[in-house]
């Protein structure tokens, strides 16, 4: 039987407009071009939403949480008819997860790092968000890893 926190939502932490979850009528749009959504069967934004308006906290704040399957593209954003920011309720969730010491696994985000030097996947929705915030644009490479970290090891010999 689930333990149900009905502030769940409401204690959220700050995160851009993470409090729009409470517009979402469940209606899958953040779903349907979802790339995180498209490979691992676990994740759906949509199911996240859900759980955090149901107050199932047990369920999203564990070690193993689907919320670090996020590409943080930004598509269910932008796909969302009620102006709900599933990317911010998910960023809201992962800063509670840090807070508590449960990081993601290291597989999480060394993929994109070893594929394309960024956490964050290029995508033209990042690059809208981006230009709304009145960021510069970032080219589709990125910068080496070790070149923005100041560090003289390599993503691919992480695996060593």
């Known amino acids: 039987m689930a333990k149900v926190n ?44 859900l759980k955090v308006l149901l107050g199932l906290e047990e369920e999203l704040l564990r ?4 919320v670090w399957d996020c590409a943080t593209c930004y598509t ?11 990317i911010e309720v998910i960023t809201a969730l ?4 840090a807070a508590r010491g449960m ?7 060394a993929e994109n790092i070893r594929r394309t030097d960024r956490v964050i996947v290029h ?5 809208r968000h981006r230009k709304e915030l009145g960021l510069p644009h970032l ?7 070790e070149e923005v ?3 003289r090891n390599t993503p691919s010999s992480w695996d060593a």
């Open 139 to 145: 080219s589709a490479e990125g910068k080496r890893i």
């Open 76 to 86: 269910c954003m932008e796909r969302c008819p009620q102006g709900v920011r599933p």
């Open 6 to 49: 009905l502030d769940f939502a409401k204690g959220l932490p700050r995160v851009e407009e993470a409090e729009t979850v409470i517009a979402c009528f469940q209606c899958s749009a953040c779903v349907a071009e979802c790339p995180a959504a498209a490979h691992p069967p676990r994740f759906n934004p949509r199911d996240i939403v």
């Open 123 to 127: 995508s033209e929705a990042v690059d």
């Open 94 to 97: 992962k800063n509670l997860l």
């Open 103 to 109: 990081l993601p696994p290291e597989a999480a985000a």
């Open 149 to 151: 970290m100041g560090c």
């Open 63 to 66: 070690k193993d949480s689907v």
